[in-house]
């Protein structure tokens, strides 16, 4: 597989990414990020992009891929609610608009585990407008990954200090089922990429599952 991922250079991302490299199954990987990752590895490209809404469809580096992991973004905390649909909403829209050809590509979009029955939450709503809308496009297929906490992978150099206070809840989160390993969020990204799934929304006991076919 050859999969573009965005996000790189934060948590996430570079955990995802760094899982993927390490998979016999992927032939390459294309970061597109602000910024270089930080990373070097046989199988890894980089794309340097300062403004993601400057990409133009047909561009020739986003052509030709098997999936895209849209991982990049941002917290609500502190910000607009025009501020935040510009990074959620816009974004991630307009990168799907320029990659393809779609009908042989999946989009995987990384949302967020949350109450999405509550549409009165900010995030919540421009999240689901995301998601329906990347839904919508003419991809082979198109998910929304929808994660809680998510344990690092190994080689990581970007962990935010909240995630050593989340690893110590780790038995509370994986008793209520609100834990993945970074492994498994990037084997079930990938399995979704090669082989579907009965539904759109990816909730955490469904990463687990699908990451489970992938061994």
Known sequence: MKIIITGTTGYVGEGIMLSCLDNPEVEKVLSVSRRPCGHVHPKLEEY????FMNLEAGDSKLQGYDAVFFIAGISSVGLKEEQYV????????HFADVVGPKENMTFVYLSGAGNYKNTRQMWVRIKKSTEDALVAMPFKGAYNFRPAIMWRY????????MQYAFWAMYPFFKLIGMWNRMSEV??????????????????????????????
């Open 154 to 161: 190994k080689g990581q150099k970007r962990i935010q200090k």
């Open 186 to 215: 990037a084997d079930a990204m990938i399995a979704v990429s090669k082989n579907g799934y009965h539904k759109a929304a990816i909730e955490c006991r469904d990463i687990t599952e699908l990451a489970k076919l992938q061994k």
């Open 48 to 51: 340097i992009v300062p403004d």
């Open 86 to 93: 510009g990074i959620s909403h816009d974004i991630p829209l």
